[in-house]
């Protein structure tokens, strides 16, 4: 029996770190790598760091996600949030919590997937930590990044623009047609639509992929940040309607959002209408989007807009910023009402 | 009914995380805290990081560990791994899975003895993530730290002692008492000694305290280090025989040590002997000591034993390192023989 087949029961921990350790690649600023107490890194004199983790059962499955991808946007989910304060990833610790009947297989394409997206961001995977679950699989990842000029919460002024970059909703679509039995293989190709017809694939396969392998626009938030173009901005993880009062209540502002300029993914767009669904529920609450919110100056809007197109990406302004209390409100035709967090709450039943 | 009776099912991941937030200090070195993407703190050019986690079940119970030391663990266990290196931790971000049915005041209780710790330590909390899990809590803890002249372990030189500080064996009794049902409140009192009598509650206490609340030796490893006085040296965590073998892997040496000159606990020497075990196999397998092991110059032995002693340490030689292939011998009155590694292995189901 090869090594990749067997389970953790079977292979042994320090088989499986050994592993693990002989397929990291050796990267230029880390002065220690895994393997010994601690790992010595060259970074500073600021760094940044952050921490997030992808739980199984609550973030994805393991019958619907494949390791590779697992692996890829456990580190994705930390840039997106290195990117968003105008930094650069640099160096990650992977703490794994495995079951015992894992094979060595699973976490070794896990591994692929980190490695994968380490190298296309310029990270070296420089410490770790293993441990038995009863139940489960978590991929715990902290990320150490060198911070340029930082892009904070707060610092958004009235009378500044609401924009984001990207489209919205199309990873929340995707978990509906995860649910619905569509699949990406380890590659990302499409190995199931589900309930879901072939001329509708490319649709189902781009939503699939905005769920299971996001890619947040790093070097356009770096180069933001850079410019000093926006003046407040974070990362749209929750969904618009709770991450934009996070950046309200940090800036002391309150956001006007109009309902006709959001620009929901048109490929989610279609397939939710296809299924009784509305596309501006899952632009609005959706979450999961690692796309950036950004507080942009009027007269900055269309240098943002040409920068963004540089980088191959649109952004588009939504609403404004203005004065009062954190709030929320969404404009459409009817008039103007106030837009509750529809986010994701880790510790509250679904409808509570 | 008041927010730390609440479960997180009741008060919400938001009503928690702003809690949380509200009870970390400001520190100095930090320049964006938590609530940002990321948090911006001073450190370099070169910095330490490492990661290590308690998992439910597998590292500590609700039942037999007090909510806030298992929080002065996680730290102190990180903090083991910094020390070891020769630096001193600064910065942690602490990353939980917490099934709903904990009540904020389990978390509030976990977050003084973090804070506590991180306060005696001098590290700042910067930032974190909560997740729910489907079962038990995890404590995920990564800490960054600042970087002296390093500590590694390889190094250690045929000729070179095998040095230890502190004694061996207490944290490992202290595991099979609390399976006996002896139990310490919050603030590390005795509640329960369960089948030991009063007149034992003294070394009860001891091992208790040295399983669920440990001690490494920070400021005396950080002071070997600083001075060039080990050639290597590492903690020890999963006992005496499987670190050593580490350190003897890294460093391309063998070692012998001697079973008479062992520092076995005598608290737990006392109680394993009257509950008919073996303190020695406790001293040598039994692991989570949170002590050093070195690789010492015979001429630098007695400085570093003087050291010790202006923190209040003890030190002891327990062998040599000799040439040879990666391997550790126990010498005793019968002859030598070799020693098989008896730390733990996450993954083997016990006795495989």
Redesign the interface.
């Known amino acids: 029996m090869t090594l990749l087949s067997q389970t953790?029961?079977e292979?042994?921990?320090?088989a499986?770190l050994r592993h693990i350790r002989g397929r990291l690649p050796v990267t230029a600023g880390v002065?220690?790598g895994p393997?010994?107490?601690?790992?010595?890194?060259?970074?500073?004199?600021?760094?940044?760091?952050?921490?997030?983790?992808l739980?199984e059962?609550?973030?994805f499955t393991r019958e619907t996600a494949p390791a590779r991808l697992v692996g890829r946007k456990a580190l994705s989910v930390n840039l997106?949030?290195?990117a968003?304060?105008g930094?650069i990833g640099r160096?990650a610790?992977?703490?794994l919590?495995?079951p015992?009947e894992v094979t060595v297989g699973w976490v070794d394409a896990l591994y692929d997937g980190l490695l994968e997206r380490a190298a296309e961001a310029g990270v070296a995977i420089?410490?770790?930590?293993?441990?038995?679950?009863?139940?489960?699989v978590?991929v715990?990842v902290?990320?150490?990044?060198d911070?340029g000029r930082?892009l904070?919460?707060s610092g958004a002024r009235p009378g500044d623009r609401v924009v984001v970059t990207g489209t919205l909703g199309a990873a929340a679509e995707g978990v509906r047609l995860l649910q619905e039995g569509a699949r990406l293989d380890e590659d990302g190709r499409l190995l199931a639509t589900g309930v879901w017809t072939e001329s509708s694939s490319a649709a189902v396969v781009a939503c699939l992929r905005a769920q299971l392998d996001p890619r947040p626009p790093f070097a356009l938030a770096r180069s933001i940040a850079e410019r000093g173009l926006a003046r407040a901005g974070?990362?749209l993880s929750d969904g618009l309607s709770t991450d934009l009062l996070e950046l309200c209540a940090?800036s002391g502002v309150a956001a006007v959002i109009d309902r006709s300029m959001l620009p929901v993914d048109p490929k989610a767009a279609g397939l939710a209408r296809a299924s009784g669904g509305d596309p501006f529920e899952l632009a609005l609450h959706g979450g999961e989007d690692y796309q950036l919110l950004l507080a942009i100056d009027p007269e900055e809007v269309e240098e943002v807009r040409e920068l963004a197109r540089v980088f191959g990406a649109e952004i588009t302004p939504v609403g404004s910023f203005v004065d009062g209390e954190p709030a929320v409100s969404l404009r459409d035709a009817s008039g103007e009402r106030l837009l509750l967090p529809g986010g994701h709450?880790?510790?509250?039943?679904l409808g509570?």
């Open positions: 953790l029961a292979a042994g921990e320090r499986l002065k220690v393997g010994d107490d601690a790992a010595a890194i060259e970074i500073g004199p600021i760094a940044l760091v952050t921490t997030d983790s739980v059962g609550v973030h997106s949030d290195v968003a304060m930094g160096y610790t992977v703490s919590l495995l015992p420089v410490g770790g930590n293993l441990a038995r679950s009863r139940e489960g978590v715990d902290t990320l150490l990044g911070a930082l904070l919460r974070m990362d940090h709450d880790h510790f509250r039943p509570a």
